[in-house]
């Protein structure tokens, strides 16, 4: 990579109460680039972005070891002053449910405007001027008659659109969005990701995408990284990974998609269910389910490797 | 043959604050023995409005349904009790369809003692017959439904829908709260039953390939009513109405070569309580004309450029 990385994460280990739930999480994004994190429920991807950005409750949660390079900075390290200070600045946020991420006693245009005063020194007449601006940025048209507004009189991709003005109000440089589409309708996802990529092109800005939706990861991110039981185990970038995946958990996973089969035939599938964090032994979690499984891949984990395509599998899938 | 169900011009209103909800409005179709239906469209279309009501565990205002013949509008409740040996339905939430308290066996063998079926030995019988079925463990009788994971959640709720051998199923999001690797194995299992039983089915899902991959027929939904209906392939690869349009060009794919033109659309959906007259797409509508506004469009078939006449209600489409 030629440009030094706006956010790396090195050998992130994180534990709940004990029982390891991240383990040796290590990808970097580039400045304005995008990467997805993608993987079922409970393999850690939202785990991976709380912890990033310092989010976690500990306890339970405990972060065993590795590092958070933000802009070179070791967000472990950081007092909270320091960390507010980036958190909601340099980078912006936005979770899945809106509703429960909004203060419902507080105006729209408050909620905006708050992030400008705080981390921007901005008089209060300024702000909201500039929370106008936003809403008009993330289409919610009228925007001066709209600050007044409270979170429940905003439909859901309203909501979005009111949280994706509060992330970006200060131009962060790294946008960390969370399931930002999973709760709402298809054609409002679609004007959600248009404006997301929108404003990532205008502003220069990163994004890291977590999501289960490979068809949304693979229409707007530059890099994937697939997490399985905690760890990473395939990274590469999208037109790649889709193309050709190498692990053959990705593999499988995509062959199981409705959209990848012939109407009506009968879908491949994935023996058995994700070991819960605590009972994934020793070797690779995937192995078995795995069809592919040699020996070894029970005893022994496999090491992540390869550029620009990385792969943790003993027997990955023939590059092509 | 006549068809397993006709529903003709079918209502359903309610209340609210804002005024009366037509969440149905007046919608007909029909149903082929064996046949399966796929009904789409985004929050607040009606769909699963609509598929309660085919059951009557919402009463319709106006309409009728004829099941099996049978003109079931008419049954007091008692009649309606014993009809419903014949219509099942399965929902999104596995676990909120299942008393926690009760053992599997029990949750699954509860229609037969509902419906005086048998013995307690052949009830007994019934439900190993049935948790066989659904391709779960003959001890999965004994215990509770937190023992078990999402997938394996629905398919109790499946086994228990087919304990009184109906021919109708309503399938409401069967497996929207499931993980991709999960979610093809539920799809499977409803292909496999409809195959050995001859199930017909009303599968209602806001995930269009999920539709596209076990239907027949497709209708797509907006705002009560239906804005076309026909068969998988050619809705799929070829809609007609502007919103069907929309609807599937939003959807994101990982094979590049099936992603299309993403039609955006202008904001949201309309409050239900207030439609536009006329049509009641023509708001957000990239082509509506001055006639959109004067009447609603009737659902009839309409002339399609090199394809047969699709039954559509759109103005702008004409009578075939």
Redesign the interface.
């Given at each position: 990579m030629a440009e030094a990385p706006l956010l790396a994460v090195e050998g992130l280990t994180v534990a709940m109460g004990g029982t390891p739930v991240l383990e040796d999480v290590s990808f970097s994004i580039a400045p304005g680039e995008t990467l997805g994190l993608v993987g079922e429920s409970g393999c850690g991807k939202s785990v991976t972005a709380l912890s990033a950005m310092r989010l976690l409750p500990h306890p339970p949660a405990r972060v065993l070891g590795g590092r958070i390079l933000f802009e070179g900075e070791d967000m472990l390290a950081l007092d909270d002053a320091r960390l507010r200070a980036i958190r909601g600045n340099r980078i912006g946020m936005i979770f899945q449910e809106p509703m429960t991420s909004l203060n419902p006693v507080f105006t729209i245009g408050d909620q905006i405007a708050e992030s400008l005063v705080v981390h921007r020194g901005a008089s209060g007449a300024a702000a909201l001027g500039e929370a106008a601006r936003l809403l008009d940025l993330v289409g919610i048209p009228a925007a001066r008659g709209q600050l007044g507004r409270y979170p429940h009189e905003l439909s859901g991709g309203q909501r979005q659109r009111v949280m994706i003005a509060i992330a970006l109000a200060c131009r962060p440089r790294l946008l960390v969005a969370d399931e930002p589409t999973t709760a709402l309708d298809v054609t409002v996802q679609a004007q959600i990701l248009d404006l997301v990529g929108r404003l990532r092109r205008e502003m220069g800005m990163a994004v890291l995408l977590i999501t289960h939706d490979l068809g949304v990861v693979a229409e707007t991110c530059d890099r994937v990284a697939v997490m399985y039981a905690g760890r990473i185990v395939e990274e590469a970038p999208a037109s790649r990974i889709f193309a050709v995946p190498r692990h053959r958990y990705t593999q499988a996973l995509l062959r199981t998609m409705p959209a990848a089969n012939p109407p009506g035939r009968r879908l491949p599938s994935i023996a058995g269910t994700v070991p819960p964090p605590g009972a994934r032994g020793a070797g690779c979690a995937f192995a078995p389910r795995c069809a592919a499984a040699l020996p070894r891949c029970a005893g022994e984990l496999p090491p992540i490797a390869g550029a620009p395509h990385r792969v943790g599998c003993w027997n990955p899938a023939e590059a092509a | 043959m006549s068809p397993l169900l006709e529903v003709r011009d079918l209502h359903v209103r309610y209340e609210a604050r804002g005024g009366t909800i037509r969440a149905v409005d007046g919608v007909g179709f029909s149903l082929a023995r064996g046949e399966v239906l796929g009904v789409v469209g985004?929050?607040g279309c009606g769909k699963s409005t609509l598929g309660r009501a085919i059951l009557r565990l919402v009463e319709p205002a106006a309409g009728t349904i004829v099941f099996d013949g049978e003109d079931i509008t008419r049954l007091d409740r008692r009649g309606m009790v014993a009809r419903r040996r014949d219509m099942q339905v399965v929902f999104q939430d596995p676990f909120g369809a299942l008393n926690p308290r009760h053992r599997v066996g029990e949750i699954v063998g509860e229609p037969l003692v509902v419906h005086r079926v048998g013995d307690r030995a052949s009830r007994a019988a019934r439900v190993a017959e049935l948790l066989e079925l659904v391709g779960l463990p003959p001890d999965a009788a004994r215990r509770h439904p937190h023992e078990f994971?999402g997938?394996q959640r629905q398919r109790i709720a499946i086994a228990r829908a087919l304990a009184l051998e109906p021919r109708l199923l309503v399938a409401d999001e069967p497996v929207s709260a499931l993980?991709?690797?999960?979610?093809?194995?539920v799809?499977?299992l409803l292909?496999d039953l409809r195959a050995r039983l001859g199930l017909s089915m009303v599968f209602i899902s806001?995930d269009?390939?999920?539709v596209?991959?076990?239907s027949d027929r497709i209708a797509v939904m907006y705002l009560g009513r239906i804005v076309e209906i026909g068969a998988?392939?050619e809705v799929f690869d070829a809609p007609a109405h502007p919103y069907a349009r929309?609807?599937l060009?939003?959807?994101?794919?990982?094979?590049?070569s099936?992603?299309r033109d993403?039609i955006?659309?202008q904001g949201?959906?309309p409050d239900p309580a207030h439609p536009p007259g006329g049509c009641a797409f023509r708001t957000r509508c990239p082509a509506a004309e001055p006639r959109c506004a004067a009447s609603a469009p009737a659902l009839a078939a309409r002339r399609i450029a090199g394809a047969p006449p699709r039954e559509a209600a759109c103005h702008l489409l004409e009578a075939a």
């Open positions: - | 985004e929050s994971s997938g993980d991709v690797s999960i979610q093809s194995q799809i499977n292909s806001h269009l390939s999920v596209r991959h076990v998988a392939a929309a609807l060009s939003a959807v994101p794919h990982v094979d590049p099936r992603r993403r955006l659309l949201e959906m």
